[in-house]
Nanobody, 126 residues
């Protein structure tokens, strides 16, 4: 079992920034591929960014490219999502999730993930 705990959400004005964090106590964190998902009001949960345990180019949804940056610090067992130039349509609960199949995560989305955090709410006001 991998326990994931998100933090860093909050209320921000349009154009602002937030840094989301997802921490786990598991020392096997470095063996997992990590993703950030979000679910807005009345919407399905969607993948916004993903980072492989092997490094390489991260994945970003088109809606966040150039504004969001995913990164990980294996020494701290933490994955981050830096969100810049936030828009009201970015309002959602943001979840981090883990699996060990990066390409499957990209293709399969939520069904491909093994472990989930409980989420952190990001609200962007206009």
């Amino acid at each position: 079992q991998v326990l994931l705990v998100e933090s860093g959400g909050g209320l921000v004005q349009a154009g602002g920034s937030l840094r989301l964090s997802c921490a786990t106590s598991r020392r096997t964190f470095s063996s997992y591929d990590m993703g950030w998902f979000r679910q807005g009001p009345g919407q399905e949960r969607e993948l916004v960014a993903a980072i492989s345990r092997f490094g390489g180019r991260p994945y970003y949804a088109d809606s966040v490219k150039g504004r969001f940056t995913i990164s990980r610090d294996n020494a701290k067992n933490t994955v981050y999502l830096q969100t810049n130039s936030l828009k009201p349509e970015d309002t959602a609960v943001y979840y981090c999730a883990a699996n060990q199949a990066f390409s499957t995560m990209i293709r399969g989305g939520t069904s491909a993930m093994h472990y989930w955090g409980k989420g952190t709410l990001v609200t962007v006001s206009s």
